[in-house]
């Protein structure tokens, strides 16, 4: 699921109402395509002329780049909500999640049934899924080793720099076999594309199905020659 700015507008009021008494102002919501967080409290702080820092401009930021369930929407929100309940009354705590946010956080847990974290950084899978989804052609180098595993290595499409690392790492005692590929399977996307004399081990079924549509590209070490 992916949420909508309706949604999170009818979260809120839900949430507000529910859990800190209908004392929240309402604020600005933003859908973001950030992949390093699930959720935010944006805020701009002033100094007041008694020498005190004021916080004011919150909004609250929603990454709609992860595919999530519901309940994990709901938490992401309860949990900014905590940070903007914290910010709005100019409340003092130890640290971002102090003891403060934690007792609000373990209160809110244990009388609705929730399940909030210190923490909602994006999961190494959530990462995986979020990767760019946009078609692009790749050259994809795949690494045959005499102990039975599989590596892949996406190449700059750049002739001198994928028979470098054709040749050095064909020549390597530990390789059996390498291969080129031509894909623009999006899966391929993940990986970082260089000419390093480096390989991603992988299950060998699951580079071949991604390669399964893929043009074969021939090499003889001086040469690269496509074959459709």
């Known amino acids: 699921m992916k949420a909508t700015v309706e949604y999170i507008e009818k979260k809120f009021e839900e949430f507000n109402r529910q859990m800190f008494a209908g004392k929240l102002?309402?604020?600005?919501?933003?859908?973001?395509?950030?992949?390093?967080?699930?959720?935010?409290?944006?805020?701009?702080k002033?100094?007041?002329?008694?020498?005190?820092?004021?916080?004011?401009?919150?909004r609250m930021r929603i990454s709609t780049r992860f595919d999530l369930t519901e309940r994990e929407i709901e938490d992401t929100i309860i949990h900014e909500m905590i940070h903007y309940y914290?910010?709005?009354?100019?409340?003092?705590?130890?640290?971002?999640?102090?003891?403060?946010?934690?007792?609000?956080?373990?209160?809110?847990?244990?009388?609705?049934?929730?399940?909030?974290?210190?923490?909602?950084?994006?999961?190494?899978?959530?990462?995986?899924?979020?990767?760019?989804?946009?078609?692009r052609w790749h050259v994809v180098a795949v690494i045959d080793f005499k102990n039975g595993k599989t590596g892949i290595k996406v190449l700059p499409r750049i002739v001198q720099r994928i028979l470098n690392y054709y040749n050095k790492v064909g020549a390597v005692?530990?390789?059996?076999?390498?291969?080129?590929?031509?894909?623009?399977?999006?899966?391929?996307?993940?990986y970082p594309n260089s000419g390093a004399l480096t390989a991603t081990f992988v299950e060998r079924e699951t580079a071949m199905s991604h390669l399964a549509d893929?043009?074969?590209?021939?090499?003889d070490g001086k040469r690269i020659i496509r074959t459709k």
């Open 86 to 135: 914290i910010g709005v009354n100019n409340l003092k705590d130890t640290s971002a999640h102090g003891q403060l946010f934690r007792q609000m956080m373990n209160s809110i847990n244990e009388r609705y049934g929730r399940s909030l974290t210190i923490s909602h950084k994006v999961t190494k899978q959530q990462k995986e899924e979020a990767h760019d989804t946009r078609q």
């Open 214 to 219: 893929a043009e074969k590209l021939q090499c």
């Open 173 to 190: 005692s530990e390789v059996a076999a390498i291969r080129l590929y031509m894909s623009n399977d999006i899966f391929f996307n993940r």
């Open 25 to 44: 102002p309402k604020l600005p919501i933003e859908l973001s395509n950030a992949k390093t967080f699930l959720g935010q409290c944006a805020f701009k």
């Open 46 to 58: 002033r100094l007041t002329v008694f020498g005190k820092v004021k916080l004011y401009d919150f």
